[in-house]
C-alpha cells in the first residue's frame, strides 16, 4: 500500500478494489479501533482483493483471518462494536448470508433500536454480489433488496472507483451498521471480464462520499435510467449509443439503498417523465418496484408512459453463459427497456 | 506441509459433579442468598402485575405488561452464583429468560423494570421489553434467539483483551441452544482465540416443552466443550456454592488468559415456559415446589448457622422495598411519545 505517496500524480487512477483498500487502510492509520475480520483477509488478500496488503502493513492482530463460521465472526463484529469497536467484516458472498442472517438483521440491526439509541454497533459488513461469470445460483446475487428490506442497517453500493473509496469511508466512521455491498464486475480483477471504468480517477487523501446521495452520472433530458452498481456502467453504454440517434438519458446511480434517495429520483423523473430502474437484484419486492413506488407514491401523473423495470427474473440464477446472460440486465436489455419508454 | 502445529493441551476429563458443594465464606453464602431473594422478588412482582389485567379470560397483549413474559424462577442460582465473581465492567449476553442475570449483574432494577413495562424511562426506551434488555453501563445484553447471544460475546471478550480492560464475558444459553451452530461456531472460535469467555448452559430440562432427552444426544453438554479442547464442567442439584465454586474456576481461566471454559448447571424451571403456558406436558410438576432452591438454600443457611430469622426477615424485606420502589418507577413513568417511534433506528435519529 504506497498509493498515498506525495510523489503521486493528482489524476492517478486505481482499480475499485485498491481505491476500497486504500479506505480502509486510511481508517486503519487513522482509528486504531478499526479492524478487519473474514475468511481469507489475511495471507490472500481478500477473495476479491477487498483486503489486498492491508496485512502486511497493520499486521495479524488487526486483519484478521477468521474460521468458516459467519455467524461466530459476524457475531464477533457486532460485540466488538458494542464495546467501543468499529470492525469490519467480510461475509464473501452475500448468497451465504442465510448462514449468519439472524446477528445481521436481529442483532446487528436491532441493537441500537432496542436499545433506545443507548447502544450503538458502529460496524460494517463488507460482501461480494453480483454475477455474470458463470459461478452459479449460489454466487451471484445481489441481494441488497433482502438488507435494505430489513430495517436497522444501511446499505451502500459503489459502483466506480472513486466512491468505493468515499462510500467505504464514510461507513468505517458511520455509527450505525453498514452493509458495504461490491460488485465482482467492477472490482477491476485481472482475472474475470471487467468493465472498462472499473480502473479510473480516486482523490488522494480523505475522500468522503455519504450515503444516501445519489449521483447523476450522466444528465440527460428524455428519459431517467436508474440504477446502481455494475448496472451503471451498462445504462452508461446504452446511452452514449442512444446519444447517436439524439435520445438523451440522464442516469442516475443510487449509491445506496438505505438511505435511498428518493428526492434525486423525484426531481430526475420530475424532468424527463420516463423512467426506467436496472437492478441486477430479483423483480419481484425488491428495489425496481420501490423505485417505481417511490414515483406512483407522489405523483403517477409525472410519468409519460409505464415504468420499465430490467431485473433479474424471478428465478435462481443459471450456470450455462448464454442462460446467465440471457436473465442478466445487460445493455440489450436495457437499450430495449428505453426504446420501450420512449415509444 | 509444516510440522510445527501446535498441539492443544490435554483437556481435562468433564467433572461432572456430585462433587459436594465447596465450604464458602459466610458472607459470601449470604450474599448468594440476597441476589437470589432479589431476583425471586422481582420476578414475583413481575408476575402479579403481567397477571393483574390480562383478564376477562387471559389476553397476552393486554395490561401493564404485555407481550409474551418468561420468568427465570428456579434458575437463580445460575445467575447467583456466576455473577458474583463479575464487576459491571465485565459483560453478560442473557437468553430470553434474562431477568435472574440482569438482576444479579446489577442492571438498574428501576430502568429495568420501566423496561419490562414498555415505558420512556426503561433501558431501551421501551422499544426492546423483557427479551432485548441493553445495558450499556452493565455490559448486560440479550437476545430473544436461541444460542444468538453467544457470537456477540465473543466480540465483547474481543474488544476487552484489545483493549486491557480485563473484563471477561459471560455468555449464557439453555440447554436446547446447545443444539444450535451458534453454540458450537462460538466454542471454537473463543477456544481458538482463547478468548475471555465463560460459556453458562442452564439445563433446565425443557425447551419449551421438549425435554432434554428428546433434543439432545448426549446427557450433559458440559462433554461437548472437550471437542473445543476447553474445560467443561456440570453442575447438578441446582447448587449454587457448587456453581459459584466451578465459576470461579472458570472465571479465574479467563482472566489468566487461558481462555474460554464451559459450565452447565443442572436447573429447574419452576414455572412455565412463559406465563400462561399451561405445562400439560410436564408430569413433574408436584415435586417441583420442593425442589425450589431457594428456601433449600435458606434451610442450609440456617443450619450453617449463616442465617437466622432477623437475617432473613431483613433481606426479603429489602428485596420488597427495591422491588417495589422499581415497580412504582416504571408506573409513573411516562409512555414513550409514538410521534417518536421511528427514532433511533440509526445512530443520527438519536437526537
Known sequence: ?343 | MSTDVSRPAPVPAPTDAGSPAPELPDDVRARLYETMVLSRTFEEAILREYHADKGPGFDIGKGLVPGEMHLSAGQEPVAAGVCAHLTTDDAVTATHRPHHFAVAHGVDLKKMTAEIFGRETGLGRGRGGHMHLFDPETHFSCSGIIAEGYPPALGMAFAFKRRGTGGIAVAVTGEGAANQGAFHESLNLAALWKLPVVFVVEDNEWGISVPRTASTSVPSNAVRAAAYGIPGERVEHNDVDAVYAAAERAVGRARAGEGPSLIEVATLRMWGHFEGDAQGYRADLESVSALDPIPLYETRLREAGVLDDAAVARTKEQATEKVEAAVAFAKDSPVPDVADVMKHVFAEEDR
Request: charged residues 20%; contains cysteine; aromatic residues 6%.
Open chain 1, 1 to 343: 500500500m504506497t498509493t498515498t505517496a506525495p510523489t503521486q500524480p493528482a489524476t492517478r487512477r486505481l482499480n475499485t478494489s485498491k481505491a476500497m483498500v486504500e479506505a480502509i487502510a486510511q481508517e486503519m492509520e487513522r482509528d486504531e479501533t478499526v479492524v478487519y475480520l473474514g475468511e481469507d483477509v489475511g495471507e490472500y488478500g481478500g477473495i476479491f482483493s477487498s483486503t489486498t496488503g492491508l496485512l502486511e502493513r497493520f499486521g495479524k492482530d488487526r486483519v484478521i483471518d477468521t474460521p468458516i463460521s459467519e455467524t461466530a465472526f459476524i457475531g464477533l463484529g457486532i460485540g466488538a462494536a458494542t464495546e467501543g469497536m468499529r470492525p469490519i467484516v467480510e461475509l464473501m458472498f452475500a448468497d451465504f448470508m442465510g448462514v449468519c442472517l439472524d446477528q445481521i438483521y436481529n442483532h446487528m440491526a436491532k441493537i441500537h433500536y432496542f436499545s433506545g439509541g443507548n447502544v450503538k454497533v458502529p460496524m460494517v459488513l463488507t460482501t461480494a454480489v453480483g454475477g455474470g461469470y458463470s459461478d452459479g445460483g449460489q454466487h451471484s446475487q445481489c441481494l441488497w433488496a433482502t438488507f435494505a428490506h430489513l430495517p436497522g442497517m444501511k446499505v451502500v453500493v459503489p459502483s466506480n472507483p472513486a466512491d468505493a473509496k468515499g462510500l467505504m469511508t464514510s461507513a468505517i466512521r458511520d455509527d450505525s451498521p453498514v452493509v458495504y455491498m461490491f460488485h465482482k464486475g467492477i472490482m477491476g480483477l485481472p482475472w474475470m471480464a471487467k468493465n472498462r471504468r472499473a480502473i479510473d480517477v480516486v482523490p488522494e487523501g480523505e475522500h468522503l462520499v455519504p450515503s444516501g446521495k445519489a449521483n447523476v452520472v450522466r444528465p440527460g433530458t428524455d428519459v431517467t435510467v436508474v440504477t446502481l452498481s455494475l448496472s451503471v456502467h451498462h445504462a452508461l453504454d446504452v446511452a452514449e449509443r442512444l446519444d447517436g440517434e439524439g435520445v438523451s438519458a440522464e442516469i442516475l446511480d443510487l449509491r445506496s439503498l438505505v438511505p435511498l434517495d428518493r428526492e434525486a429520483i423525484l426531481e430526475s423523473v420530475g424532468k424527463t417523465g420516463r423512467l426506467v430502474v436496472v437492478d441486477e437484484d430479483y423483480l419481484s419486492f425488491g428495489l425496481s418496484g420501490e423505485v417505481a413506488a417511490t414515483i406512483t407514491d407522489k405523483d403517477p401523473s409525472m410519468l409519460k408512459a409505464p415504468v420499465q423495470r430490467v431485473t433479474m427474473p424471478d428465478i435462481p440464477i443459471p450456470y450455462a453463459h448464454d442462460l446467465e446472460y440471457a436473465v442478466l440486465p445487460r445493455q440489450e436489455r436495457i437499450e430495449a427497456a428505453v426504446r420501450r419508454v420512449l415509444a
